[in-house]
């Protein structure tokens, strides 16, 4: 069983900073990519930003230069920092985890909200 914990998630003003972290942990392959993704009410998820454990990251357009992306791999951790966060980001953000065998886990997700 694989189990894939997030933490850090709130409640925001426009401009505030926020980090998110994620550990996975349980019976799981060598990790291959850890990343963000994010669903806000009445939209589908999406990609957020991910990094390889070769160090190889993306990012959505939306969040370039705004948000980065950090790991710990001997940890299976994996960090999001938020800066100059927009009503926009507000979110149910998700941790996704891939190993080598391209098998998905996600975590149940943290509420990030950003308003006045």
């Known amino acids: 069983q694989v189990l894939v914990v997030e933490s850090g998630g709130g409640l925001v003003q426009p401009g505030g900073s926020l980090r998110l972290s994620c550990v996975a942990s349980?019976?799981?392959?060598?990790?291959?990519?850890m990343g963000w993704y994010r669903q806000a009410p009445g939209k589908l998820r999406e990609l957020v930003a991910t990094?390889?454990?070769?160090?190889?990251?993306t990012y959505a357009d939306s969040v370039k230069g705004r948000f980065t992306i950090s790991r710990d791999n001997a940890k299976n951790t994996v960090y999001l920092q938020m800066n100059s966060l927009k009503p926009e980001d507000t979110a149910v953000y998700y941790c996704?985890?891939?190993?080598?065998?391209?098998?998905?886990?996600w975590g149940q997700g943290t509420q990030v909200t950003v308003s006045s």
């Open positions: 996704n985890v891939r190993d080598v065998t391209q098998s998905h886990y």
């Open positions: 990094k390889t454990t070769g160090g190889f990251t």
């Open positions: 349980g019976s799981i392959s060598s990790i291959y990519v």
